[in-house]
Structures are given as C-alpha cells and as structure tokens.
C-alpha cells in the first residue's frame, strides 16, 4: 500500500501491532511516525479494540517507551509510558534486546500480518489517510475471521473466550497530555496554543504560564497552580478564541465598545493614527482578532509623543498596507519620524 501526499510524494507509513497470546486476535493500526504520543495512543486504542487489558504487555524494548533495560537491574520506562500502565493497571514488561522469542505471539503475527494486510493492500494508492485506516481496519476484520490452519474455529471466535480473563477498561481513557512552558500572557488576556487563543484572567496579563494540553482540554498554570481551563480547538482550526468573560476586565467585557474606544483613542492622535488602527481592524475576521495588535500600537503614545506616533504612522502608510507596531516601533526607535519632519 501507499500513500501520497498532496504533492504526490511517497510517504512511508508504520503499522502498530499488538496481539492477544491465547487467540492471536490481532489489532493493527497504521501511523505516520512512532513517537511518544502516537506509542500511548496506539496502547490506548488496541485495549478499547479488545474490550478489556490483559494483566501483562509485553513490548518492543523501544525508545520511545523505553528509557533503560539493563540485563541486570530494574527496567525503567519513560513517565507517559508508566503513567499508561498504571491507569490500566497493566504490567508493562518489554522484551531483552534480540530476545524475539519473549514475544512470539506478536514476532508471529507480525508476519502473517504483512501477507494479509500488507500484501491485500500492496497494489492500492492512497491520498487520504482515513480512507487507508478504514481499509486496513476491514482488512483486519477479515484476518481476525479466517479460520486457523492447524485448529478450530478463528481468532475471534477464540477471543470471545479470551476476553474473559482481561481486566475491565478504566472508566476514562488515559489522555495524553503536553506541556509548553513560559508562554507569556498577551495583553489582551489570552495565550496562544497552536494558532488558537485561549483567556486567562486579567491579573496574569503580562506574567509568564505553563500550558497543559490534551487532544480536549487546555490547562493554563501559574506557580503549579491551575488559573483558566478550555475545551481544546481541534488542530485544524486557526484563529479562534476561547474566552470566559470573568477574564476580561471591564474594558474588555464591553466587546461593543472596544473598537470604538480604541478609535477614539486614536482619534486623538491624529487622522494617520486612526487610519493605521481602521486598517488592522479591517483585516481580522473578528474584532477580537484586532485588540493586541491596535492596542500595541496605541501604547507607543505613552512612551513616545502624540506628534511623533502621528508621523510614525503617516511614514508607515506609504510604505506598508497595514502598519504594525514593529513596523512603527522600528520608525521610532531610529528617529526617522524625526528626519521626516
């Protein structure tokens, strides 16, 4: 099988592997890569597809879930990948280096796998990494209900009988998290996560903050201690914001007002200051959008004068569609509005 990217570029697809020892009822999942996420997920998926988790898992002594394995000594796995164990109260137990044989039910099907997945699939071209998964899924289906060769009945048949003797799945999942930290806290009262934004309270505005992300849930702290959580955007979109309004100080619970009161501002100024803030506001989807980038700009009237933004704006109209505050921070800091007048 393969797949292509949207430029028709071969790209290479790994299959996770995991079998039941008594029935050899087999799961496959294809991936793009076997990172520390996608190893947990691939676990997390092969116990709801069995119903259940056996009271071992014997692995690959792989890197990516294994940090030590000595020949003598205590077997240390990575963090996630015990944390994994423990919520499903399963033995992680990965086998010695070069020691198939301590996994022979997988090394086994691994290999009856690759001629009845792989080879019912090596003729077909893939351009959607969906449609690939659901006929690897359907092709597994099949291998799981063909009938031994040397006993009776199939690997399904079989697992109903197996799935007896597994542990009961956990109530909830196990999620796999991810942290960012230090990610400052813009002055609009949100951080970014992704190309996504997510509010915290308006105290924070200014600090530093760690992020704790799952494929749900945004969790934002300060000092270990949780300040503002959020359903999660999904990966695909861009340019949302996730606001409680307890968040936003009084300023900013007024959304009605806040573009005006910015243009207000800005009238102040002067006409080219007020162009420059009518421009940012014109190339955002929503207001929202707009608010660090006008009020950024606004700023540079307290740490410079009134006239010289002024001038710092009308420069930066000739030479720029829409002016920014690095743009005219740049004007200001090296006198050119100076020069210009």
């Known amino acids: 099988m393969k797949l292509l990217d949207k430029f028709g570029k071969l790209i290479d697809i790994n299959l996770f592997v995991g079998c039941l020892p008594?029935?050899?009822?087999?799961?496959?999942?294809?991936?793009?890569?076997?990172?520390?996420?996608?190893?947990?997920?691939?676990?997390i998926n092969m116990y709801e597809f069995f119903e259940g988790v056996p009271a071992c898992t014997v692995c690959d002594n792989l890197k990516t879930g294994v940090v030590k394995h000595p020949k003598e000594g205590e077997i240390i796995l990575t963090d996630a990948y015990e944390a994994l164990?423990?919520?499903?109260?399963?033995?992680?137990?990965?086998?010695?280096?070069?020691?198939?044989?301590?996994?022979?039910?997988?090394?086994g099907t691994v290999g009856k796998i690759a001629t009845a997945i792989?080879?019912?699939?090596?003729?077909?071209?893939?351009?959607?990494?969906?449609?690939?998964?659901?006929?690897v899924r359907k092709a597994l289906v099949?291998?799981?209900?063909?009938?031994?060769?040397?006993?009776?009945?199939?690997?399904?048949?079989?697992?109903?009988?197996?799935?007896?003797?597994?542990?009961?799945?956990?109530?909830?999942?196990?999620?796999?998290?991810s942290w960012i930290m230090d990610r400052k806290v813009y002055p609009n009262c949100r951080v970014n996560l992704g190309k996504n934004f997510y509010s915290v309270p308006h105290a924070y505005r200014?600090?530093?903050?760690?992020?704790?992300?799952?494929?749900?849930?945004?969790?934002?702290?300060?000092?270990?201690?949780?300040?503002?959580?959020h359903p999660k955007f999904p990966d695909y979109m861009e340019n949302q914001y996730s606001t409680h309004e307890s968040d936003m100080p009084d300023f900013f619970n007024q959304p009605e007002m806040n573009d005006e009161r910015m243009r207000a501002w800005a009238s102040g100024i002067g006409p080219k200051t007020t162009e420059v803030?009518?421009?940012?506001?014109?190339?955002?989807?929503?207001?929202?959008?707009?608010?660090?980038?006008?009020?950024?700009?606004?700023r540079l009237s307290q740490n410079y004068s009134k006239e010289r933004?002024?001038?710092?704006?009308?420069?930066?109209?000739?030479?720029?569609?829409?002016?920014?505050?690095?743009?005219?921070?740049?004007i200001l800091s090296s006198n050119q509005d100076i020069l210009y007048t």
């Open 277 to 298: 803030i009518d421009r940012i506001f014109k190339n955002v989807h929503i207001k929202e959008q707009g608010y660090n980038s006008a009020l950024s700009v606004l």
């Open 206 to 229: 200014g600090h530093k903050v760690d992020i704790r992300y799952t494929d749900k849930v945004v969790e934002i702290y300060l000092n270990h201690q949780r300040i503002s959580t």
């Open 142 to 177: 099949k291998f799981n209900e063909e009938p031994f060769q040397k006993r009776n009945y199939n690997r399904y048949d079989v697992f109903q009988e197996e799935k007896k003797s597994l542990r009961r799945l956990p109530p909830v999942a196990y999620e796999i998290s």
């Open 85 to 107: 164990g423990s919520h499903y109260i399963t033995a992680i137990m990965p086998t010695g280096v070069r020691k198939a044989k301590q996994k022979a039910s997988v090394e």
């Open 118 to 135: 792989i080879a019912t699939l090596r003729n077909k071209t893939y351009s959607d990494f969906e449609l690939l998964k659901k006929d």
């Open 309 to 330: 933004l002024e001038t710092a704006c009308e420069i930066a109209l000739i030479n720029a569609a829409t002016p920014r505050y690095r743009y005219l921070k740049a």
């Open 22 to 43: 008594y029935s050899q009822y087999a799961y496959v999942e294809p991936n793009f890569d076997m990172k520390m996420d996608t190893w947990l997920r691939c676990h």
